[in-house]
Nanobody
Framework: QVQLVESGGELVQAGGSLRLSCAAS????????MGWFRQATGKEREFVAA????????YYADSVKGRFTISRDNAKNTVYLQMNSLKPEDTAVYYC????????????????WGQGTQVTVSS
């Protein structure tokens, strides 16, 4: 059974930084597009960032572009989300997801999902 396990979420002050990690098991991460999504209380899940199989392509939501960086270490089967200049509106549960499809940022096209990690940004 494929597992994606997120970690790194915590309470941080506005302007601070966090790095989220997503460890994949029973899944060869190098064969999947990996993505990060987030869901704030009372809102729909939204796309944050994605990275292609080879890490040659990355995609970002406009709201995080220039502040967040997605990366992957295929040898460790792990994907990261470096979050800088955090804002209170970044507060959400962050989910890691995987899809065998290339170049997609659509949540419905991601096959596997983690349980999420809470990020809270205080003002």
């Amino acid at each position: 059974q494929v597992q994606l396990v997120e970690s790194g979420g915590e309470l941080v002050q506005a302007g601070g930084s966090l790095r989220l990690s997503c460890a994949a098991s029973r899944l060869t991460a190098s064969s999947y597009t990996m993505g990060w999504f987030r869901q704030a209380t009372g809102k729909e899940r939204e796309f944050v960032a994605a990275i292609s199989w080879s890490a040659g392509s990355t995609y970002y939501a406009d709201s995080v572009k220039g502040r967040f960086t997605i990366s992957r270490d295929n040898a460790k089967n792990t994907v990261y989300l470096q979050m800088n200049s955090l804002k209170p509106e970044d507060t959400a549960v962050y989910y890691c997801a995987a899809t065998p499809l290339a170049s997609t940022v659509v949540a419905g096209r991601f096959r596997y999902w983690g349980q999420g990690t809470q990020v809270t940004v205080s003002s």
